[in-house]
Protein backbone atom coordinates (compact mmCIF):
# COMPACT_ATOMS: atom_id res chain seq x y z
CA UNK A 1 0.00 0.00 0.00
CA UNK A 2 1.20 3.38 -1.19
CA UNK A 3 1.31 5.70 1.16
CA UNK A 4 -0.53 9.11 0.53
CA UNK A 5 -0.74 12.15 2.50
CA UNK A 6 1.17 12.70 5.97
CA UNK A 7 2.84 14.97 7.54
CA UNK A 8 5.86 13.62 10.08
CA UNK A 9 6.68 16.30 12.65
CA UNK A 10 10.64 16.93 13.66
CA UNK A 11 11.53 15.13 16.49
CA UNK A 12 12.25 16.87 19.74
CA UNK A 13 15.03 14.45 20.58
CA UNK A 14 17.54 12.75 18.97
CA UNK A 15 17.04 9.71 17.42
CA UNK A 16 20.74 8.36 18.12
CA UNK A 17 21.70 9.48 21.65
CA UNK A 18 17.76 10.33 22.35
CA UNK A 19 19.55 14.10 24.09
CA UNK A 20 16.73 16.58 23.57
CA UNK A 21 17.59 18.99 21.04
CA UNK A 22 18.41 22.98 22.04
CA UNK A 23 17.61 26.16 20.78
CA UNK A 24 19.02 26.42 18.03
CA UNK A 25 20.91 23.35 17.64
CA UNK A 26 21.59 22.20 14.29
CA UNK A 27 19.68 18.90 13.65
CA UNK A 28 19.77 16.68 10.81
CA UNK A 29 16.90 14.50 9.33
CA UNK A 30 16.41 11.18 7.12
CA UNK A 31 14.03 9.64 5.56
CA UNK A 32 13.86 5.91 4.70
CA UNK A 33 11.86 4.65 2.25
CA UNK A 34 10.65 1.12 3.46
CA UNK A 35 8.43 -0.38 0.91
CA UNK A 36 6.73 2.67 -0.03
CA UNK A 37 6.45 3.61 3.46
CA UNK A 38 8.53 6.80 4.66
CA UNK A 39 9.89 6.73 7.79
CA UNK A 40 11.66 9.87 9.66
CA UNK A 41 14.49 10.29 12.17
CA UNK A 42 16.57 13.08 13.35
CA UNK A 43 19.53 13.38 14.98
CA UNK A 44 22.15 15.49 16.56
CA UNK A 45 25.36 16.58 14.40
CA UNK A 46 27.33 13.97 16.21
CA UNK A 47 24.90 10.99 15.87
CA UNK A 48 24.58 12.05 12.46
CA UNK A 49 28.05 12.36 11.63
CA UNK A 50 27.90 8.18 12.70
CA UNK A 51 24.64 7.62 10.83
CA UNK A 52 25.18 9.05 7.17
CA UNK A 53 28.14 6.96 6.39
CA UNK A 54 25.90 3.58 7.36
CA UNK A 55 22.87 4.91 5.99
CA UNK A 56 22.36 8.41 4.17
CA UNK A 57 18.67 7.28 3.70
CA UNK A 58 16.62 7.73 0.66
CA UNK A 59 16.21 11.54 1.07
CA UNK A 60 18.04 13.48 4.17
CA UNK A 61 18.64 17.30 4.88
CA UNK A 62 19.22 19.70 8.02
CA UNK A 63 17.87 22.21 9.85
CA UNK A 64 18.11 24.26 12.86
CA UNK A 65 15.84 23.61 15.88
CA UNK A 66 14.04 26.02 17.90
CA UNK A 67 12.41 26.05 21.06
CA UNK A 68 9.50 26.90 21.38
CA UNK A 69 8.64 25.02 18.01
CA UNK A 70 6.02 26.53 15.65
CA UNK A 71 3.25 25.07 15.61
CA UNK A 72 0.50 26.48 13.64
CA UNK A 73 -2.07 27.86 16.38
CA UNK A 74 -5.03 26.01 16.00
CA UNK A 75 -7.07 28.74 17.96
CA UNK A 76 -7.41 31.37 15.43
CA UNK A 77 -9.82 30.16 12.81
CA UNK A 78 -7.60 31.65 10.16
CA UNK A 79 -8.50 30.36 6.51
CA UNK A 80 -5.10 30.25 4.78
CA UNK A 81 -3.17 28.62 2.53
CA UNK A 82 -1.70 26.28 5.06
CA UNK A 83 -4.57 25.63 7.64
CA UNK A 84 -6.54 24.35 4.52
CA UNK A 85 -3.72 22.20 3.23
CA UNK A 86 -3.48 20.52 6.82
CA UNK A 87 -7.05 20.05 7.09
CA UNK A 88 -7.45 18.06 4.12
CA UNK A 89 -4.37 16.21 4.53
CA UNK A 90 -5.60 15.47 7.84
CA UNK A 91 -9.05 14.37 6.28
CA UNK A 92 -7.21 12.36 3.34
CA UNK A 93 -10.16 12.51 1.33
CA UNK A 94 -9.16 11.02 -2.39
CA UNK A 95 -11.06 13.04 -4.11
CA UNK A 96 -9.39 16.38 -3.10
CA UNK A 97 -5.78 15.03 -4.12
CA UNK A 98 -5.91 17.66 -6.61
CA UNK A 99 -6.86 20.72 -4.52
CA UNK A 100 -3.98 19.37 -2.11
CA UNK A 101 -1.18 19.21 -4.64
CA UNK A 102 -1.99 22.70 -5.95
CA UNK A 103 -1.68 23.83 -2.51
CA UNK A 104 1.48 22.74 -1.50
CA UNK A 105 2.73 23.76 -5.22
CA UNK A 106 1.55 27.77 -3.40
CA UNK A 107 2.89 27.06 -0.07
CA UNK A 108 6.28 26.44 -2.27
CA UNK A 109 5.85 29.06 -4.58
CA UNK A 110 5.37 31.63 -0.90
CA UNK A 111 8.14 29.58 0.71
CA UNK A 112 6.54 27.93 3.34
CA UNK A 113 7.35 24.56 2.04
CA UNK A 114 10.59 23.62 0.65
CA UNK A 115 10.93 20.60 -2.30
CA UNK A 116 12.89 18.44 -0.46
CA UNK A 117 12.86 15.47 -3.64
CA UNK A 118 10.58 13.94 -6.32
CA UNK A 119 9.75 11.12 -6.48
CA UNK A 120 8.88 8.81 -9.45
CA UNK A 121 7.73 5.06 -8.84
CA UNK A 122 7.84 2.53 -11.29
CA UNK A 123 4.75 2.27 -11.71
CA UNK A 124 4.20 5.81 -12.84
CA UNK A 125 2.90 7.16 -9.69
CA UNK A 126 4.72 10.62 -8.03
CA UNK A 127 5.12 11.96 -4.92
CA UNK A 128 6.52 14.93 -3.60
CA UNK A 129 8.26 15.36 -0.23
CA UNK A 130 8.11 18.73 1.38
CA UNK A 131 10.29 20.56 4.29
CA UNK A 132 8.34 22.72 6.40
CA UNK A 133 10.72 26.23 7.05
CA UNK A 134 9.40 26.79 10.24
CA UNK A 135 8.50 23.96 11.78
CA UNK A 136 10.63 21.47 10.05
CA UNK A 137 7.55 18.69 8.95
CA UNK A 138 8.03 16.55 6.13
CA UNK A 139 4.78 17.15 4.14
CA UNK A 140 4.28 13.97 2.00
CA UNK A 141 2.22 14.56 -1.35
CA UNK A 142 1.59 12.52 -4.31
CA UNK A 143 1.34 14.19 -7.71
CA UNK A 144 -2.08 13.58 -8.96
CA UNK A 145 -0.55 14.73 -12.77
CA UNK A 146 -3.27 17.72 -13.45
CA UNK A 147 -3.60 17.56 -16.96
CA UNK A 148 -3.90 20.66 -18.85
CA UNK A 149 -7.65 20.40 -19.46
CA UNK A 150 -8.11 20.17 -15.47
CA UNK A 151 -5.86 22.59 -14.27
CA UNK A 152 -8.72 25.90 -14.47
CA UNK A 153 -10.82 23.79 -12.95
CA UNK A 154 -8.80 22.70 -9.66
CA UNK A 155 -7.60 26.36 -9.18
CA UNK A 156 -11.01 27.63 -9.07
CA UNK A 157 -11.65 24.90 -6.37
CA UNK A 158 -8.68 26.32 -4.80
CA UNK A 159 -9.52 29.57 -5.35
CA UNK A 160 -13.10 29.21 -3.86
CA UNK A 161 -11.46 27.08 -0.54
CA UNK A 162 -9.43 30.12 0.11
CA UNK A 163 -11.78 33.03 -0.41
CA UNK A 164 -15.42 31.33 0.28
CA UNK A 165 -17.23 34.75 0.72
CA UNK A 166 -16.15 35.88 -2.74
CA UNK A 167 -19.18 36.26 -4.77
CA UNK A 168 -19.84 33.51 -7.86
CA UNK A 169 -18.65 34.50 -11.38
CA UNK A 170 -21.97 34.92 -13.00
CA UNK A 171 -22.67 32.21 -15.47
CA UNK A 172 -22.22 28.66 -14.90
CA UNK A 173 -19.13 26.38 -14.24
CA UNK A 174 -20.08 24.27 -16.95
CA UNK A 175 -19.62 26.99 -19.67
CA UNK A 176 -16.47 29.58 -20.24
CA UNK A 177 -16.85 32.51 -19.12
CA UNK A 178 -17.21 35.75 -21.67
CA UNK A 179 -14.20 36.99 -20.31
CA UNK A 180 -11.95 34.87 -18.94
CA UNK A 181 -11.60 34.90 -15.08
CA UNK A 182 -8.00 36.75 -13.87
CA UNK A 183 -5.21 34.88 -13.70
CA UNK A 184 -4.37 34.18 -9.72
CA UNK A 185 -2.42 35.65 -8.27
CA UNK A 186 0.41 32.89 -7.02
CA UNK A 187 0.64 32.55 -11.35
CA UNK A 188 -0.48 28.91 -11.52
CA UNK A 189 -1.21 27.79 -14.78
CA UNK A 190 2.25 29.00 -16.48
ZN1 LIG B 1 22.47 12.27 19.06
Known sequence: MIQEWDIKPLAKSCTGCTKAFEDRQEYYTRLSDQSGNYQ???????????????????????????????????KVRKETTETILRELMEQGDPSRGEIIYILAVMLERQRVLVEQKVEDRPDGARRVIYAHRKTGETFIVPDPGIGAERLETVQQEVMHLLAPDAPPRPGSIAEPPANPPPEPTDGLGS
Not at 49 to 70: K, L, M
Open 40 to 74: RSDFCSTCWAREEPVDPGYSNWNGVFRIPPAEPDR
